[in-house]
């Protein structure tokens, strides 16, 4: 219960700073959504939800977990770079060199007694989680539901073994509910890269830091965010392997095409949600399993989401080869 303050004083801030954002209009003059052949959208949106999530986050974690507060500075320069992306634009490298370095800062500060190697793959695969996010924050609901669930159960991991680390989660937790209140289908919000760059980083070091800490084994954070790894992994993949410019915006992700094969954002994101619910009981299950069961059911769940991605393959297929029939 005692987590519950610093995630509703971090909720009630982050809905307060948007709702005034809304209503003054400034929300249009900070970030706009303009929708083009590739979205899934058809009027602007702005993209503002950063500007809600951060400041609730940075300020509740700096007066209830202290500790964190260095890790949470860290996400306010990703926050403020990635602001300057989505009004000016910046190069890849110079986007990519600010993941790099605030990511490689984390896990020093993180990380207890690992060898350079391990820190190495740590800062490669925490990169990658940064921008998760920002793939992810293409549909109604999905990136702050993302939060939500994903935040929440490493509080409820956290809580009895690291208080501070409790804390700080469900504060992220309870700020994803506050913009989830406006992302919501229909969405008059998104995260922007404001928003989605930061929280990806947090994601990945707060499950590092876990680990390290002992609060979690290594797989936990993979089994709490594995629909948005698997999604956002696979079909990068895919378009690097038909060498596709993997970094221009596609609609080529599993949840793009279920919102258009479905034709409901509403869908998707209850989809998606029950994926987390899943996950994140199994990753809980799993934490107090022998070494042995925990990764027969990392890897099962793994499988399962594989074989719900085949089905989508399969839809896919259909809906695309019906479109095609009713445009001849």
């Known amino acids: 219960m005692i987590y519950a303050v610093p995630a509703g004083i971090a909720c009630a801030l982050c809905a307060g700073i948007l709702l005034v954002l809304l209503r003054t209009g400034w929300a249009w003059d900070i970030a706009v959504d303009i929708p083009n052949h590739r979205s899934l959208h058809v009027r602007p949106v702005p993209r503002v939800g950063g500007w809600g999530v951060l400041p609730a986050v940075l300020l509740v974690i700096l007066i ?154 290594i797989w936990f954070p993979a089994l709490i965010f594995a629909p948005f790894v698997a999604d956002a992994t696979v079909t990068l993949a895919r378009r690097l392997a038909r060498g596709e410019k993997v970094w221009l915006a596609h609609r080529e992700h599993y949840y793009q095409r279920l919102v258009r094969i479905s034709d409901s954002h509403m869908y998707v994101a209850v989809a998606y949600y029950l994926l987390m619910l899943g996950g994140g009981i199994v990753a809980l299950v799993a934490i107090r399993a022998p070494l042995a069961g925990q990764w027969i059911l990392f890897v099962t769940w793994y499988v399962f989401l594989a074989l719900m991605g085949l089905r989508v393959d399969r839809q896919w297929r259909q809906f695309t080869l019906t479109q095609g029939n009713d445009a001849n």
């Open 64 to 217: 209830d977990a202290p500790a964190f507060r260095l890790i949470v500075l860290g996400a306010l320069v990703l926050g403020v770079v990635s602001q300057i992306d989505d009004r000016r634009g910046l190069p890849a490298r110079i986007r990519f060199a600010a993941h790099l370095i605030v990511v490689a800062a984390g896990v020093a500060l993180s990380a207890v007694n690992i060898p350079w190697w391990l820190a190495a793959i740590a800062v490669v695969a925490l990169v990658w989680v940064v921008n998760l996010y920002n793939f992810m924050d293409g549909s109604d609901g999905l990136a702050g539901g993302m939060t939500v669930f994903g935040f929440g159960f490493y509080a409820v991991a956290a809580a009895g073994l690291q208080p501070s680390l409790a804390v700080a989660s469900a504060t992220i937790a309870g700020a994803g509910l506050g913009f989830l209140i406006f992302n919501r289908h229909p969405a008059k919000i998104f995260l922007g890269d404001a928003g989605s760059i930061p929280l990806g980083f947090l994601a990945g070091i707060l499950g590092f830091w876990g680990w390290q800490h002992g609060a979690w084994p």
